[in-house]
């Protein structure tokens, strides 16, 4: 069993920039793909960012990519996604996900742990 802790989250004027942390529990963190999603209001929660065990692999959404950037401490048994430029279309839950096995998949159903999500709000 993992458990997934985020922080980080906040208010911050659009063009800004904030960096969510996601706090593992478990003792093969390391082997976990992890992945960053978030649900605005009145949304389907999508996929943000993930990141393979080693670190090495990344993958992002289209409208991230070149803003956020996905990584992790093995050491710390931590994930982090540091968010730049940010638009008021960011603005929603942040929640932290994990899975032990396999590639970077960008579906819900596929993640088997779960954090309680981080509130992230950029004002224009």
């Known amino acids: 069993q993992v458990q997934l802790v985020e922080s980080g989250g906040g208010l911050v004027q659009a063009g800004g920039s904030l960096r969510l942390s996601c706090a593992a529990s478990?003792?093969?963190?390391?082997?976990?793909?992890m992945g960053w999603f978030r649900q605005a209001p009145g949304k389907e929660r999508e996929f943000v960012a993930g990141i393979s065990g080693s670190g090495v692999l990344k993958r992002y959404r289209n409208s991230v990519t070149g803003r956020f950037t996905i990584s992790r401490d093995n050491a710390k048994v931590t994930v982090y996604l540091q968010m730049n430029s940010l638009k008021p279309e960011d603005t929603a839950v942040y929640y932290c996900?994990?899975?032990?096995?396999?590639?970077?998949?960008?579906?819900?159903?596929?993640?088997?742990?779960w954090g309680q999500g981080t509130q992230v709000t950029v004002s224009s």
């Open positions: 478990g003792r093969t963190f390391s082997s976990y793909v």
């Open positions: 996900a994990g899975r032990s096995i396999g590639n970077i998949p960008t579906t819900l159903a596929e993640y088997d742990y």
